[in-house]
């Protein structure tokens, strides 16, 4: 590892898993989600192109999977142009600076994302008290310190642009974390969430285990600012995307996602913020 990158002091194993890890679904012909254990990856580009993007990087200690599913769709040696993240939780740096140290490649993120990514200041602790089942029960484990990427941060382009991501325009999402973004593509409506809102329940362990598709806010025990995340949803419904890849959950499209952020949006108290939370005004 790199003396300039390290791993928060309380980086470990996350004992989580569900019935889609280690499978992968082409989406579309450049959009490629991976599960691994209980988050989604994304890799962005057409196989025999040449290059690729990875729009975040998964659990701890999933980087050898990783970049064997990688060389699985755009051949041995292959190396993405950079590394873009959603947002900084542990589960979407997972294996963050593993994967820069193989590919010696750059990250990119939200401005409001930095401090979490350059070893200055931990996230809130999650909150084991908020509403929900299980998962959230056992949030205590989880990481929350920050990462240190060193000179391989970049912010990412003002104008909204991606960069490596031809067609794409990044979405500022706030709420589940100050700099979270989504990434949208108007010529065929195709979206990149993040966790700005998710597919399943990912509180409650039955559902994150089976998967059970549910049209969800952002997961309660890591999101801060519910007032924000409700405008990012409505920010993102309103762009009415065809087709969407979230962190958690399987990829939905058609009217199954339209009518879901639709009664979402217009439900958004009653079906996202939870009752009761240290993080709940």
């Not at 593993?98 to 990119?108: A, I, K, S």
């Not at 401090?115 to 959230?136: F, K």
Request: aromatic residues 10%; contains cysteine.
């Amino acid at each position: 590892m790199q003396e300039d990158m390290r791993y928060g002091s309380d980086y470990h194993v996350i004992p989580a898993v569900s019935i889609k890890s280690g499978t992968g679904v082409e989406v579309l012909k450049d959009v490629y989600c991976y599960t691994d254990q209980i988050v989604n990856l994304v890799l962005f580009g057409e196989p025999g192109r040449g290059s690729f993007v990875l729009v975040d990087a998964g659990m701890p200690c999933s980087a050898k999977e990783i970049i064997s599913v990688a060389e699985a769709r755009f051949g041995a040696g292959c190396r993405p142009e950079a590394i873009l993240l959603t947002h900084g939780h542990f589960d979407h740096v997972g294996s963050l600076i593993d994967l820069v140290e193989h590919w010696e490649v750059p990250v990119y993120a939200h401005p409001a994302e930095l401090p979490y990514l350059n070893g200055t200041e931990s996230y809130p602790e999650p909150d084991p008290t908020v509403e929900g089942g299980w998962i959230a029960k056992m949030s205590p484990i989880f990481p929350n310190e920050p990462i240190d990427l060193g000179d391989r941060l970049r912010l990412l382009p003002a104008d909204g642009l991606v960069p490596y991501m031809e067609g794409f325009r990044w979405i500022h999402t706030p709420g589940h974390s100050p700099g979270h973004i989504s990434l949208f593509r108007a010529e065929d409506r195709a979206l990149i969430a993040g966790d700005a809102f998710v597919t399943v329940r990912q509180d409650e362990l039955y559902k994150v285990l089976t998967q059970k598709l549910e049209i969800c806010g952002p997961p309660r025990y890591l999101t801060t600012d519910w007032a924000a995340a409700k405008e990012s949803v409505k920010k993102l419904a309103d762009l009415n995307p065809a087709v969407a890849v979230t962190g958690h959950g399987i990829p939905v499209s058609g009217s199954e996602l339209s009518e879901g952020l639709k009664r979402l949006t217009a439900e958004f108290e009653w079906l996202a913020v939870p009752d009761y939370g240290k993080y709940v005004n």
